[in-house]
């Protein structure tokens, strides 16, 4: 079973409304990294296809595309490939967010 971690600013204690991750926000900072790139449908495909609505920042890692799906003021991202730590991290620190594991 994959870890599924979440980019938050929950558990800052500044008392106003930046303790969110807004959509603009992630909107102007996803745009200044290169291997990231904006879809707002996520389609899974193996034996059969799914495809999901939302806004994901798709990080490309080799022939990899791995979603950091903003939902609800906070960034979620699986664990499943190890390559996104690093990363998820780096965005975790540029956006002043905590990562939660759940």
């Known amino acids: 079973m994959s870890k599924r971690y979440r980019i938050t600013r929950a558990f800052q204690e500044n008392g ?3 303790s969110t991750i807004s959509l603009e926000e992630c909107m102007q900072y996803f ?6 790139s904006y ?3 996520f389609t899974v495909t193996g034996s059969t296809s799914m495809s999901i ?10 022939d990899t595309k791995i979603p950091f ?3 609800q003021g906070d960034l979620y991202v699986s664990g499943t490939n190890e390559a996104v730590i ?3 991290i ?3 620190s540029e956006l002043g967010a ?3 594991e759940g």
Request: charged content about 25%; hydrophobic content about 35%.
């Open 16 to 18: 106003d409304s930046s």
């Open 31 to 36: 745009t200044t990294k290169p291997d990231f």
């Open 39 to 41: 879809t707002s449908v």
């Open 53 to 62: 609505e939302g806004d994901f920042f798709m990080w490309s890692c080799n």
């Open 69 to 71: 799906r903003h939902y």
């Open 86 to 88: 690093p990363i998820m």
């Open 90 to 92: 780096e965005v975790a």
């Open 98 to 100: 905590d990562i939660v």
